[in-house]
């Protein structure tokens, strides 16, 4: 049975280049990049087409269109008639299926305080 190997303490003077070989700094020589080259080998790097401006960022003229996402928006639309009703309304001529809903939405608000 193989025995495993001792790893020593890291040097302080030896930490930049662990650091940069290991990619949580940039390398600084050909000897941490091919540390790193060989760490990352088979690494699925996602961006290879995508290309980001730093200057751009430092001068503040970069510019991307935010994505803007709708989420549960027929659940939302349903109960903005509902209240949209009972604002109109009040309490007369308000559909006992709405009144039954208010009152348990407020029951379970009610059992969700205590």
Do not use: C
């Not at 930490?15 to 091919?34: H, R, V, Y």
């Not at 540390?35 to 080998?41: M, S």
């Not at 001529?93 to 809903?101: A, G, S, T, V």
């Amino acid at each position: 049975m193989a025995k495993p190997k001792k790893i020593e303490l890291i040097e302080v003077g030896d930490l930049d280049s662990w650091l940069g070989s290991t990619g949580f700094l940039f390398p600084s020589n050909e000897i941490e990049l091919d540390r790193f080259n060989k760490l990352y080998v088979d690494y699925d790097y996602k961006l290879d087409n995508v290309s980001i401006d730093p200057i751009a960022i430092i001068n503040n003229t970069f510019h991307k269109e935010p994505k803007v996402l709708t989420m549960f928006e027929n659940d939302i639309t349903e109960e903005m008639e509902s209240l949209r009703m009972v604002a109109r309304k009040g309490k007369k001529d308000l559909p006992q299926h709405i009144i039954d809903k208010m009152r348990r939405k407020h029951n379970q608000d009610s059992s969700d305080e205590e």
